[in-house]
């Protein structure tokens, strides 16, 4: 068996199955739908296709997946993680009005959604960034040396 089910929580993936998520080709637009023995068809939701599809990509290319449920309210040190920057950075961000907080007692807290919604949006300003870098370095080639 290539996977073992160790708890209901819990899935060995094995050196096979990693070999064939690197051989799955990457699946972009595609639609998950899983097919029952009578032949039925049930489309996965969204949201539940995006999980698993990121956990076919992880594995393919870690070798490893770790899935797990996030609160929905956050610490300021997880969601300073979760963002990639200091607390003292996400604490001047709340300051400035850049990210949503809410005091629990004396407690910075985040809400999941709006630390996600902050990720995907630098996530999105960094590409454009790059994008920007790319197209100025192919419009000046002549200046840069091989």
């Known amino acids: 068996m290539a996977a073992t089910l160790l708890t209901t929580d819990r899935i060995t ?10 051989d799955t080709p990457p699946l972009t637009k595609a639609s998950l739908v899983l097919r029952t023995d009578d032949g039925a068809e049930i489309t996965l939701p969204r949201d539940l296709q995006k999980v698993l599809l990121g956990a076919l990509t992880s594995i393919a290319n870690d070798g490893e997946v770790t899935i797990g449920r996030m609160p929905e309210e956050l610490t300021s040190t997880v969601a300073a993680d979760l963002l990639g920057v200091s607390r003292p950075t996400l604490m001047k961000w709340v300051h400035d009005d850049e990210i ?44 840069f040396d091989d």
């Open 13 to 22: 993936i094995s050196d096979h199955i990693v070999d064939e998520a690197r």
């Open 100 to 143: 949503a907080s809410f005091k629990v007692g004396t407690h910075t807290r985040f809400q999941r959604d709006e630390v996600l919604r902050v990720r995907d949006l630098r996530a999105k300003q960094r590409r454009a960034a790059f994008d920007e870098l790319r197209s100025l370095d192919e419009a000046h080639e002549e200046l």
